[in-house]
């Protein structure tokens, strides 16, 4: 089926850096989420995107609903330890019947 | 709030056996309930599409007769994976949908663990 394209795909930094990742399609969406996901767990939303330019902070984490509507990206400032985790993009096209499309993933690691 | 909980979140059966999971919404009515499957290391992947007091909708290449799935009511939806094989080893989320006509939000359970051996 189809995915978004999300990179990078893995990161690995040092404590109190921050973190950038995007989600990119051809296609428009409506709706843009960002989940995080730990090891054996349900992803968990971050950040819900509704209105292209929409600009919205969750503490450190930061998204943005591009312009276009085909793209958004998530930031996180000062990253610490317990950010380590698979951080997952999701869509939503209009009339798509609810279907989340999801990008394949980047895996952050963080070094203490 | 938005608390979905999944049970079991780990079962191990031997091949052959049907094994049910169950799917939540703690807090909230959910019309729509997804259920996915995650290899590891690897994104979500749809398998079907439940809405409750009616058959669910399937994605392609995912035999309805072998997840079986029920949402009876607004809380609740339930996947029975059939006859299970080793093949059908792998993590099994569910999340769920407030019925709200213009919030796209969907909410995960933890996951459940199915092992066959």
């Known amino acids: 089926g189809q995915q978004l394209n999300q990179s990078p795909q893995s990161m690995f930094i040092q404590e109190g850096e921050d973190v950038s990742m995007n989600c990119t399609s051809s296609s428009i969406f409506n709706t843009w989420l960002w989940y995080k996901q730990d090891p054996g767990e349900g992803p968990v939303l971050l950040i819900a995107l509704y209105k292209a330019g929409e600009l919205t902070s969750n503490g450190r984490l930061t998204a943005q609903f591009g312009i276009t509507r085909k793209d958004s990206f998530l930031n996180i400032s000062a990253s610490i330890p317990s950010d380590v985790g698979i951080y997952f993009c999701?869509?939503?096209?209009?009339?798509?019947?609810?279907?989340?499309?999801w990008g394949l993933g980047t895996s952050l690691a963080v070094n203490p | 709030g938005a608390v979905v909980s999944q049970h079991p979140s780990r079962v191990i059966c031997k091949s052959g056996t049907s094994v049910k999971i169950e799917c939540r919404s703690l807090?909230?009515?959910?019309?729509?309930m997804f259920w996915y499957r995650q290899f590891p290391k690897k994104s979500l992947m749809l398998m079907a599409t439940?809405?409750?007091?009616?058959?669910?909708?399937?994605e392609q290449g995912v035999e309805k007769d072998k997840f079986l799935i029920n949402h009876a009511s607004l809380t609740l939806s339930t996947l029975t994976v059939t006859s299970a094989h080793p093949e059908d080893s792998s993590f099994y989320i569910c999340?769920?949908?407030?019925?709200?006509?213009?919030?796209?939000?969907?909410?995960f359970g933890p996951g459940t663990r199915l092992t066959v051996l």
């Open positions: 439940s809405n409750e007091g009616s058959k669910a909708t399937y």
């Open positions: 807090d909230f009515q959910a019309t729509t």
């Open positions: 999701a869509g939503l096209r209009a009339g798509n019947n609810r279907k989340l499309i």
């Open positions: 999340s769920a949908r407030p019925g709200l006509a213009d919030y796209n939000e969907q909410f």
